[in-house]
Structures are given as C-alpha cells and as structure tokens.
C-alpha cells in the first residue's frame, strides 16, 4: 500500500507517525511534510493547491490511498477532482466532497444545516456586505457578548468573541465593509453566545455508517487563561474529564446520530473525519462548529490511544467498511504543549535554530512549522513542535511534555504553562 498523506503540520506528522509501523505499507509519502515528516516519510515539494501536480504524482508514485489532512484542499475540492478522474479511479481518498466541506467552508451552510436537522446549536443570523445595517440593528436587539463568525475558513482566527457593543458593531463593519478576513469575511454569522465549557469530538464516516473516536480538548488562546488572541491552538487533552458516559450518550443521540443522518440524507458524499466543536452548558451538548478534517492540536492526543492498525482503519473507511472495525483504545491519559514562535499569532521571525531535538525523553515530539536548513532544523511557522506524554493523569502527562519542553530550545520559543486550568 502506497499513501500519500496532504499537509505540513503536526496533524500530518501524526497521521505519519501513526501509520508508519503498518505491516500493509509500503511506501510512506506527504506533501509538503516538515523536518519531521522527513526521517519517516519522503516529503514531496508539493504545493497543496495545485491539483494537476498531484495528479502527477498519484500516478507516478502509484499512490492507492490519500488522505488528505487540512481544510482548504477539501474546500477547494479534491477529492472531486480526484474521484471524477479517470485516470485515478482507483485511488481511495480519505476526505469528504467539496460539498460535504461545506460544513466547514460555510458557518452559513453549516447553521443552516444544524438547524434542518434538529442539531442543537446557539441561535443565529447571517449578514454580507448589502445588509450591514441590519446586521448593526440586529446587534443592538441582542445581549452580550456578541458573538461574529466570518463565513469562510480563516485558520481558526475568524471568531470574535467581544463583550461591549460598539465594538461589536466597529468589527461587524470591518469585517464586512473594510475586508478583515477577506473573502472569507465578506459573510458573516452573528450568533447568540453560549456559556460553558468546550470539548472537540471526532467521528469517522465511511458514507452509510460512522465510528466515535477520542474525544478531547484544545486551548485556542495565546496566553495564560484563556487570555489574548486566538490562534490555531496551543495544546490539548485526552480524554476530557467532566466528559462522562451519561454527557457522551447526550452527544451521540442528540449531535453524532442527526449530524451523521443529515450528511446522508442531503447526499453531501462524505467519506473522512468530522470534527464537532461542542459545548457543555448546564450537562446539555451544543454544537459550535464543525470541521471537515481531524484538529490540529488534538490528533496529537487522539492518534496515539488508538490502538488499531490505523491504516487499516482509512482504508475500510474509504471502502465502505467500517462497521467491520473494533475500535480498541488506551485509556490512559494524554497531554499536548504547542510551542510557538515568539510574537504568534501575530508577526514572528523564521528560521531559528531548534536544539535539544536528539534528547533522550519520555514525550512524542511531533513538527509543525520546521524545515531543514543547512543540516539543522529551524523553525519555520507560527506553531513550531507539539509535544505529547501520557500518565494516568493528565496533569501528571502535561509535567512530562513540561518536562521535555525544558530540553528543546529555540530563540523566542513559547507555550502554555497552564494548560488544563479549567479541568
């Protein structure tokens, strides 16, 4: 079996990671990949949105199985673009249609998509451009905080939570008069806010059934609790503590079996993962969101307890197989710390020296935003390493990945110290 895996970051690394001690693969690739990707892969200088490059390489490295790991090429439509071609029939793809990619490409689509199938979510109205002054109006009818969702995918930054209204209404208007998150900006979602606390849950759909994997939690906010900006996240949780078996059946009968029932119903070809942003509040589940692809930074804490031939796993998924899988999961507890370059998420430099990779620790150490220079790794994104550990708790695994942390360095280098505060 030859796999093409599509991505750079830590969830690509992991994906890699996971798949690489399969007994059915024969050839690991992943395009573009990083400098961690490269010990147990071949990267493929490949750019994610260039289609007709990938066909190439599908054909002339023999790829039977992609899977792709990011939004914007599922947006885009690749697996379309892959399954209407005749020439890469064959090929099995883990990733839903650029319809079913909706759910993610559209807060719009997906609102409207929650609210045709009964899914519980936090009431809604969506404005553009022509109807900026109602969307100011309907600001006004509302209590705070106000709650603005741009449209499109905007790399987990186009949610602004804001407590006062003339800032709500000032980013409404910059948002869709002055441009703020582009394109993806020019709808935007105004929603009610919703207080509790978050939990992602994933479930992998093979078009006609579905598999609950890990749950988890993330920490999206650049400083000590949950203080600053959003950026892409800084660590997660598995599994989440106050998610018991009575809250978990609340989930699948109320969100997982409605969700999975409406995807089919409205034939939106989904064949990959589901990721449901979730909300507790007052032991009910709400949904926030959904994406269309595993998260990024908690594939890091769900890959590692599943105990599967993961491979195996993608590729009864892809064939329509899945009820056939017993899925056997560790039930230890697992923490990731995201390191980030200093000044993320907003301007920060490149290109600084990472030491202390070659220490001997307890800890994963999955890349992200690396790349080889020279004979030595450097940093070259925003999220630069997640670093994973296990224990029977997961305060004692975050003293782990702490730990290990302490031992890698790279000028300007940041993290969460206080991750799980809220457990």
């Known amino acids: ?99 079913g990619s909706m759910l993610e490409g559209s807060k719009d689509f997906s609102k409207e998509f929650m609210l045709k199938h009964k899914v519980p979510t936090a009431p809604y109205k969506t404005f553009d451009s022509s109807s900026v002054k109602a969307g100011l109006d309907y600001l006004a009818t509302i209590p705070p905080p106000y709650v603005l969702k741009a449209d499109g995918p905007a790399a987990g930054k186009g949610v602004l939570i804001l407590k006062d209204l003339s800032s709500a209404k000032e980013e409404l208007t910059n948002m869709l008069v002055n441009n703020k998150f582009g394109e993806s900006g020019h709808k935007v979602v105004v929603e009610g806010f919703l207080e509790g606390i978050e939990l992602s849950c994933f479930v992998l759909l093979d078009g006609k059934s579905y598999l609950t994997l890990p749950n988890a939690k993330d920490y999206k906010r650049i400083g000590e609790g949950d203080r600053g900006l959003n950026t892409g996240g800084m660590g997660s949780i598995s599994p989440v503590p106050f998610a018991d078996q009575e809250f978990l059946s609340k989930i699948d009968k109320k969100i997982i079996k409605p969700t999975v029932e409406g995807i089919i119903k409205d034939k939106l070809d989904y064949v990959g993962f589901l990721f449901i942003g979730i909300i507790k509040v007052k032991n009910e589940p709400f949904v926030i969101e959904y994406n269309v692809r595993m998260g990024d930074p908690e594939t890091q804490v769900i890959l590692p307890r599943i105990k599967n031939d993961f491979l195996e796993m993608m590729i009864k998924t892809a064939t329509g197989e899945l009820d056939t899988i017993n899925l056997e999961v560790d039930q230890m507890s697992y923490a990731n710390v995201v390191m980030v370059s200093g000044g993320y998420p907003e301007s920060y430099e490149k290109g600084k020296k990472i030491t202390g990779l070659n220490q001997k620790y307890e800890s994963i150490v999955l890349h992200a935003g690396t790349k080889k220079e020279n004979n030595k790794i450097v940093t070259n994104g925003g999220r630069v390493l997640s670093v994973i550990s296990k224990s029977n708790d997961f305060k004692t695994a975050l003293k782990k990945s702490y730990k290990t942390i302490d031992l890698i360095n790279f000028e300007g280098k940041q993290f969460r110290k206080d991750l799980g505060f809220d457990l």
Do not use: Q
Request: hydrophobic share 45%; with cysteine.
């Open 1 to 99: 079996m030859n796999v093409l895996i599509i991505g750079s970051g830590a969830r690509e690394h992991a994906f890699c990671w996971k798949i690489k001690d399969s007994k059915i693969l024969k050839n690991l690739y992943v395009a573009p990949g990083n400098a961690g990707t490269e010990k147990i892969a071949e990267n493929l200088e490949i750019s994610t949105s260039n289609f007709l490059t990938i066909k190439k390489t599908l054909i002339s490295k023999n790829i039977n199985l992609l899977i792709i790991g990011p939004e914007i090429p599922l947006i885009d439509g690749l697996t379309d673009f892959v399954k209407n071609d005749l020439a890469l029939k064959e090929i099995l793809v883990i990733g839903p249609s650029k319809l």
